[in-house]
Every structure is written in structure tokens, then in C-alpha cells.
């Protein structure tokens, strides 16, 4: 049958290339500046065939501007390419594909109501891709096949929406296997899994390693590049720092590499000496997702003052609804939520702004500022109501400059002015501006979901002292976050949740991941 | 040698002002190399269609009679725009100003004073304006309709509207009086009194008639600047327009806001109906309202002010003169058809120039493959 000769030529290729060269993807001095940055100062990086090389730097380092690099996304200013010992220059993303070079991207390339066939075929431009007729049953056998070789179980006819996000980003390793990538890139895959999922990527990728595939793994979590790793390179701040074998390195002597100095890993947080009365009350609370469908199924909590409460769970699993819901942005449909014992109007975000519940939200650039506007005008955002900025209807823009630039000097915003639009700020600095005003409006309750998401180790720890500072003065805090060691590292007590239910809730000085993990799958409540 | 076309990064200081400049003096060529293919010297053309539009005896006042209306529908449209809610419907919204600002100054009659008849016709003429645009307003408010679609088609309806009342029945806005009125139709016009004046500005060209209306034209676009930069309102408008979720999330009532926004818009270009009324009709015509279909050249306005308030007067200014220079240029030898490819090679040059302003335009020599995604950012 024919396809099955093509799955043998494909995993044939891989190990002859193997036996001719040992070196499948070689750069030398790739240099890329884009207006104001050097992305990639005069990077040296080789995988070699049959490896797993994970590139591992903070946010800003130049590891996506390198693999944009070698997907043909960017052309580098300087530097050379070099595929299995022959030099490439890429004009475009179609070369690179061609070349066996696949990526799967952070946020999915596919078609949310097409079906895992039709995505996996979409944009091939060989054989079936090209045919002016489809054979859907054809690329679904392939497709499934496929799956059982690596352990990718995927239903083939299943339509993408209705895919977890674990098995959507399966597709998008399948699309790649199907193109008989001999290179796949992964950008920061596990961001979206739980440990058990991250542990079944792993074996995947270690068995398509192990056919002379070559897999570059993107990163900035140590013990997962300890996990499935041969060898690691460094980036920070834009160059190669180091190449090091993973066996031999300590997520310690990573984590210097990664930031420059020493870093304390995951210190843990000292219980507040004295936690006060309820300050955020939920009862029962259910609420419909995006698609009409039930995401928060009777879920009651309570945060004291002075305490963090720590939501863990998969991403999709309730708990942006949840944020949502408890800030008004999302009204519910039974239960409610009450902020010092007074209830809540139902779905009015001022309402909850004005009982004193501060938001830092999941989409930091779409929802917690207007991205076009000044850092001035997204410091006063939900403050221009306030007398201090306003005088009648109109609004005094030389106090609000001012406060702006009180945020900038307290948080040590890196900003050239308050006039700045927020969407030049990194990400690190975006979500100071954000901590600055909820801070400064001295709220009761914070929310907090997925605050240091995308942040840097540096920014990251910045976030966590504003967190653990803001208790000590009282303010009850709920904090929803997929990284574990983020919860268990600030909070007082561990929710998890699981399909818009908390499924438990645990102590975070005696539970282990394998814990917490287990009741992120719906184990416990299964 | 290949053509890329990518997002700029930063704009440069010079480009808002160099771009369109650009823009005109390109589209200036192109009518030359058309003006010579039919046989015109383009010099002469250029030099009537200045001197007809700006120099001529009378030429800047009829210019300003043309601005004045275009000056009101493009504000109405840059109020709306700038929100992202596209009210196409100044047109409708502009009859309706004249329908109110007619009706209360036949209301009023010839007995009460000029500057309480005026205010009267402002007042009537953008809350009627207003209460037409209203009903795109609510809809796309509270039912998320299109405003596009809606505003669009209620033009037609409200020019229906005015012809009924002028052709159609014996209304309050007909004139059933004079003789003539029964053979032709026409509206009946407004006491003596409730005339707009005008400034007059001795000297250069014969004396320059400055209508009222364009006054308040100006009036209202420092209005309008002023309270979308610095009032709560405003900053509300800015908002929403930039992100509808972070306006959400700050706790700001996006739906009242918007039909505030889409009735300040219907009131501006109301009060144009209002000064079109007072200043130069003096009557509902719905044949030359109709004809001269003002609210959708000021949608024109707007794009090319890049919605700017300040802008809009000047580019209504400019626009007027060479509407008013085609009528001018018109003849035997000079076909209307030859003035309409003018003035759209005009307006393409200037609107496909907008391109430039944020995007760049780069030539690539040997194919060097170089895809830069829309928004470069290392990271």
C-alpha cells in the first residue's frame, strides 16, 4: 500500500542522513536585529541527528527569533545556516518546510472547525495536499497510523474545537510527522499540560528522537529540559551562552547560566502569622463559558485576609471563568459572590471595582490595558472616575501624568515616559504597570490569574514580592496559575480544578506534584 | 529587484505631513498624463480649476457655501469613527436636521427675534439629527447590529421621508401658498428672521462672505476635540475604541457609550441640516439635498482628516473648492465625465497614500526571501 512505504521512507531518511553526518541543523554567527534590539547577537547552535537539544533562556533571550530563523520565518543580517552539513538559505517558510524543518508554535496553527485530518493535510503541498480532489478516508488511516506508532491518539474525524488543548497540540505534532519532518521544533510545549501529559510528550519525543529525528525543545522550565534533554544551549540575552550536556548539569547550574548569577529556586513562602475575617466569599458560583456550555459548576470558596489562595488546574479547566466571574466581567448564572460580606451586583464590573476587588487579568495586553493608549491613560483606568484626576467632566491630564509617573519610579517600570504606549512595553514591564494600579487602588480582595505567565525569572520574582506584600497588609488573594511551583511556592491553601468543579483543595506544604497532578486530570473526581 | 510592502514600526515625524503632500502632488501627475491624453493643457486646467476654486471673484465664498455642509458630515463621521462604530448615516441624519431646524423656525415665524430663531434651529436640528441616529444607535447597543448596514439603509428611508413631506402630502414643510406651489412642489421657506447671516471680509476677490454656519462648523470641532481628549467621556471613547474588553474590564458602560457616540454623531451632522437650512436653502429641498449627497462626501472628510476634528475643516475647505472647480471647469470641450476621473484619481491617490502612513513600501535587489511577520518582535 502506498502509504505505507512512505512511513518506512520517512523513518529511513532520518538514520541514513545519520550515518552520513552527525550534525542535522548547524548555525554559525546568526546575527538579527530588528529596530532598536538585537535579537540574536552572533549565535552558534548545532543539533545533532537523533537528539533531543533543548534551547533553553528567559523570555527575551532570541529563542524564538532563532527558531523563527530556522523555519524561514526571518532571514538573519549575518550568519550561516548549514542542513546536514550542506549550507541553506531560506527565502521563505515553504523552503524550510521542504527542507523537513517543522515547528509547532506556543499558540496552535489550525483550523478550530475543520477536522484533525483536514488540518493535518491542510497547507501540504505534496500529493494528497495538492490534488484537486481530497481522499478524507486515505489521510485519516494515515493519520491514524500515525498516532499508534508514536503514541499520539488523536480521532482522526474529531473536529479541532472539540479537541483539549493536549490533544490539539498532538495534531500539530502529527501535522509535522505527516510532512516527514526530520527536524521538529517545539515552542515551549508543556505550557498547556499537565505533568502526566508533559511526561507522555516526553516519551514521544524521545521515541521519534531515537528514529534519527531531531527535536529542538524550547523552554524555560529547568527540570523539564532535564527530563528530556540530551544536550542544552543556552541563550541570554540574545547570545549562545553555553552548550552543555543535560545529564551533567543541576537545574541550578541552568538556572545560572540562564539568568547570570544564582538564583533561588522555587523559595518557599512563609505562612502569614495571622489570617482575618473572609474577605472574598463564592457560594456555589456557576457560570457558562465562551461557547455556552457550563464552565463553572457550583464552585464555593472563601479567601481570608492576609491569605493567598492558589488555584491550580490545567488551562480550559474553569478557571479563567472563575476570574472572570468574581471581577463581574462574566455574570453568573446561580450562586453568588460576596467581598466582605457585602454580595455583588451580578456581571457589573464597576460594582466589583468599587467593593474594592482588584483584577490582573490572563490576557495582559487586551484586557488589562488598551494597548494603544499611554501608560498615563492605563494607570487611571479604572481610577478617571476619582476626584484626584477629575475636576467636574473634565479630566486633569497633569495629575494623571503624575500618578503615572509615581508607577513608573515605585514598580520600576522600564518606560521612556508616561505618554508610552503600553504595547511597547515587554511583557515584565506591561504587567508592573498592570500590579501598579491595582495596587494603588488599594483593593481588599486581588485576583490574580496567571500573573507572571510569559514573564522572565528576574520579572517573575518582582511579581511574587508584590504578591507576598500585598498579603502581609491584608489583601486576600486568589491566585490562578498552571505553573505548580508558582502556587505551591505562595500559597497558604491549593484549589484545584478540574471541568469548572474544584475537585480538592491542598495543603501546598505536604502535597507533592504527583498529587496536585493527579487531581488536575480528574483524578479524584472521576 | 522584488516589492515588499510591511508594517513600519516606528513612524517617522515627518510622515503624517509628507505622506499626503506626497499623495497630492501624485495625483496631480496622474490627472496631467489623462489631461494630456484628451487633449487639455494641464497647466491651463490647473490654473482655472486654482483660480475657480480660491481666487476668483466670489470663489472662496461659494467655496465655503460648499464646505460648510461638508464641514458638519465629516465631523459627524471622525465623532463615530474614532470609536471604530461606523455611522454611515449622516446623510439621513443631516435631511432630519433639516427637517427640525426647518420646522422650528416655521414654528417660531416671522416675529421672534434672529438669535432666538437660530438657536432654536441649532437645537431642533441636532436633536432631530440625534433622534435619527439613535435608532442604529440602540440597535447595535443592545442587539449588536451592524451600524454599517443600518445607519446605510436608514438614508433611504429618511430620504422617503422628506419627500413625503415636501411631494407627498400637504405637511408643515410644504409651501401651499404661492401659486406656483400646486404645479411644483416645493418646500416653504423660513421667515426673513430665522435667516443665518454672514461676516463679510472686504478686500481680496471681491469680498469674501463667511457663513455663520461655518463658524459654528469650527466651533464644533474644538467642541468635539476637546471632549475626546479631555473629559471622562472622552477618555471613555478612547477606551472602547481601543480595546472593547479592557473597557469592559475598567467597569465602563460600553453600551450607553456607544449610543451617546452615535447620537453626538447624528447631532453634529443634524446641526449642518440646521446651518444648510439657515445659511443657504432656507427651505426643505429634498431634490438638491438629495442631489448633493453631502453626508457621504463627508465620510470622505473624516478618512482623509484621519479623523482628526481640526483637520476636517480645512479638508472640507479643500474638498468644497474642488467640488466647486469642477462645476467651473465644465464645458463644450471639458466633459463633466473628464471632472468626475479628476476629482477620483484625487481622492485614490490621497486615500491609497493612507497605506504608506502605516505601512512601507521596500525594494529588494537579487530574491533574497525575507518575510518579516506583521508585527516583528524578537523575543
Avoid at chain 1, 532598536?36 to 533553553?56: K, Q, T
Avoid at chain 1, 459548576?297 to 481570608?304: E, H, K, N, S, W
Wanted: net charge neutral.
Amino acid at each position: 500500500m502506498e502509504d505505507g512505504t512512505a512511513v518506512t521512507d520517512v523513518a529511513a531518511a532520518p538514520q541514513r542522513a545519520a550515518a552520513a553526518h552527525g550534525v542535522a541543523i548547524a548555525c554559525r554567527g546568526i546575527t538579527k536585529r530588528f529596530p532598536g534590539v538585537v535579537a540574536n547577537d552572533c549565535v552558534d547552535f548545532e543539533a545533532a541527528v537523533g537528539e533531543v537539544h533543548a534551547l533553553l533562556g528567559e523570555n527575551g533571550a532570541g529563542k524564538s527569533t532563532l527558531s523563527n530563523i530556522f523555519t524561514g520565518l526571518y532571514h538573519p543580517d549575518e550568519g550561516e545556516l548549514e542542513l546536514y552539513g550542506r549550507p541553506v538559505v531560506f527565502q521563505s517558510p515553504r523552503d524550510a518546510l521542504d527542507a523537513g524543518i517543522c515547528m509547532v508554535h506556543q499558540h496552535f496553527r489550525l483550523v478550530e472547525p475543520f477536522t484533525v485530518a483536514e488540518n493535518v493535510v491542510l497547507g501540504d503541498h505534496r500529493g494528497v495536499g495538492r490534488s484537486f480532489l481530497v481522499h478524507p478516508r486515505a489521510i485519516e488511516r494515515r493519520v491514524a497510523e500515525l498516532g499508534r506508532r508514536y503514541g499520539l491518539a488523536v480521532d482522526p474525524r474529531a473536529r479541532i474545537w472539540q479537541l483539549s488543548v493536549g490533544e490539539q497540540q498532538r495534531v500539530e505534532i502529527l501535522k509535522a510527522l505527516y510532512r516527514e519532518a526530520r527536524i521538529l521544533i517545539l515552542d515551549e510545549p508543556t505550557a498547556v499540560l499537565t505533568p502526566q501529559e508533559a511526561a507522555d510528550l516526553f516519551v514521544t519525543l524521545r521515541a521519534m528522537a531515537a528514529e534519527g529525528r531531531t527535536v529542538i525543545f524550547i523552554s524555560h522550565k529547568l527540570h523539564e529540559v532535564k527530563a528530556v534533554a540530551d544536550r542544552v544551549t543556552v541563550l541570554r540575552g540574545g547570545r549562545s551562552i553555553a552548550t552543555v550536556s543535560a545529564g551533567e548539569s543541576t537545574p541550578r547550574s541552568l538556572a545560572a547560566l540562564m539568568v547570570g548569577r544564582d538564583v533561588d529556586v522555587a523559595r518557599r513562602r512563609q505562612r502569614a502569622s495571622g489570617v482575618g475575617e473572609p474577605l472574598l466569599e463564592v457560594e456555589g458560583a456557576c457560570a457558562t463559558g465562551d461557547r455556552g456550555l457550563p464552565a463553572l459548576v457550583d464552585v464555593t470558596l472563601a479567601v481570608r485576609a492576609g491569605e493567598i489562595l492558589g488555584v491550580a488546574g490545567v488551562a480550559g479547566n474553569g478557571q479563567r471563568e472563575l476570574a472572570e466571574a468574581l471581577t463581574g466581567m462574566r455574570p453568573l448564572t446561580a450562586g453568588s459572590v460576596a467581598v466582605g460580606g457585602r454580595r455583588l451586583r451580578n456581571g457589573d464590573p464597576l460594582d466589583a471595582i468599587r467593593a474594592g476587588v482588584g483584577h490582573v487579568p490572563e490576557d495582559r495586553l487586551h484586557t488589562a490595558v488598551a494597548p494603544s493608549l499611554s501608560i498615563a491613560s492605563n494607570v487611571v483606568l479604572k481610577s478617571y472616575r476619582g476626584s484626584h484626576v477629575t475636576r467636574g467632566p473634565l479630566l486633569l491630564l497633569r495629575r494623571i501624568h503624575d500618578a503615572a509617573a509615581q508607577v513608573i519610579r515605585h514598580y520600576d517600570v522600564k518606560a521612556p515616559s508616561p505618554a508610552t504606549p503600553a504595547r511597547q512595553l515587554s511583557g515584565g514591564n506591561l504587567q508592573k504597570v498592570v500590579l501598579g494600579r491595582e495596587f494603588s487602588g488599594e483593593p481588599r480582595v486581588l485576583v490574580a490569574a496567571s500573573p507572571t505567565r510569559g514573564l522572565d525569572v528576574g520579572a517573575i520574582e518582582t511579581v511574587h514580592r508584590y504578591l507576598r506584600e500585598a498579603a502581609e497588609r491584608g489583601v486576600a488573594i486568589l491566585l490562578i496559575s498552571e505553573d505548580l511551583d508558582e502556587v505551591l511556592a505562595l500559597a497558604d491553601r491549593v484549589a484545584v480544578m478540574y471541568e469548572g468543579h474544584v475537585v480538592g483543595e491542598v495543603d501546598p506544604g505536604s502535597a507533592t506534584v504527583e498529587e496536585i497532578g493527579l487531581l488536575m486530570a480528574g483524578g479524584q473526581a472521576a | 529587484m522584488r516589492v515588499r510592502i510591511e508594517r513600519r514600526l516606528a513612524q517617522p515625524r515627518w510622515l503624517p505631513v509628507g505622506v499626503p503632500a506626497g499623495s497630492v502632488a501624485f495625483a496631480f501627475a496622474a490627472i496631467a498624463i489623462v489631461l494630456v491624453a484628451t487633449g487639455h493643457d494641464p497647466l491651463h486646467t490647473y490654473g482655472t480649476l486654482f483660480r475657480s476654486a480660491f481666487t476668483d471673484d466670489g470663489a472662496l465664498s461659494a467655496t465655503f457655501v460648499s464646505a460648510t455642509p461638508l464641514a458638519f458630515t465629516g465631523l459627524a463621521a471622525a465623532a463615530a469613527f474614532r470609536m471604530n462604530l461606523f455611522n454611515i448615516g449622516g446623510e439621513g441624519q443631516l435631511y432630519f436636521g433639516v427637517v427640525g431646524a426647518t420646522g422650528a423656525a416655521l414654528a417660531l415665524g416671522g416675529g421672534s427675534p434672529g438669535s432666538l430663531s437660530i438657536a432654536a434651529m441649532c437645537l431642533a436640528g441636532a436633536a432631530a439629527g440625534a433622534a435619527w441616529a439613535a435608532l442604529p444607535g440602540v440597535l447595535r447597543a443592545f442587539l449588536r447590529t451592524n451600524e454599517i448596514i443600518t445607519s446605510l439603509m436608514l438614508n433611504y428611508v429618511a430620504a422617503k421621508v422628506i419627500d413625503y413631506l415636501v411631494f407627498g402630502s400637504h405637511s408643515y414643510w410644504r409651501d401651499t401658498t404661492s401659486p406656483s406651489a400646486d404645479v411644483f412642489p416645493q418646500g416653504q421657506a423660513i421667515p426673513d428672521a430665522a435667516l443665518w447671516p454672514f461676516a463679510t471680509i472686504e478686500g481680496a476677490a471681491g469680498g469674501i462672505a463667511l457663513p455663520l454656519g461655518f463658524g459654528i462648523a469650527c466651533l464644533a470641532a474644538s467642541a468635539l476635540w476637546g471632549l475626546y481628549r479631555r473629559t471622562r467621556f472622552g477618555f471613555e471613547v478612547q477606551v472602547i475604541a481601543d480595546s472593547p474588553r479592557a473597557a469592559r474590564y475598567a467597569g465602563m458602560r460600553t453600551r450607553r457609550t456607544i449610543l451617546a457616540v452615535m447620537c453626538l454623531s447624528g447631532a453634529i451632522a443634524g446641526l449642518g441640516g440646521a446651518a444648510q437650512a439657515g445659511n443657504f436653502d432656507h427651505l426643505l429641498d429634498p431634490r438638491s439635498l438629495e442631489q448633493q449627497s453631502y453626508g457621504y462626501s463627508g465620510i470622505v472628510v473624516a478618512a482623509l482628516a484621519r479623523y482628526n476634528p481640526f483637520a476636517v475643516v480645512p479638508i472640507a475647505f479643500l474638498l468644497g473648492g474642488l467640488k466647486n472647480a469642477g462645476f467651473a471647469l465644465q464645458g463644450a470641450d471639458f466633459p463633466n465625465g473628464l471632472v468626475g476621473v479628476m476629482q477620483g484619481l484625487f481622492l485614490f491617490s490621497v486615500l491609497g497614500g493612507e497605506l504608506l502612513v502605516r505601512y512601507r513600501v521596500r525594494l529588494e535587489r537579487r530574491g533574497r526571501g525575507r518575510v518579516e511577520a506583521a508585527q516583528a518582535e524578537p523575543a
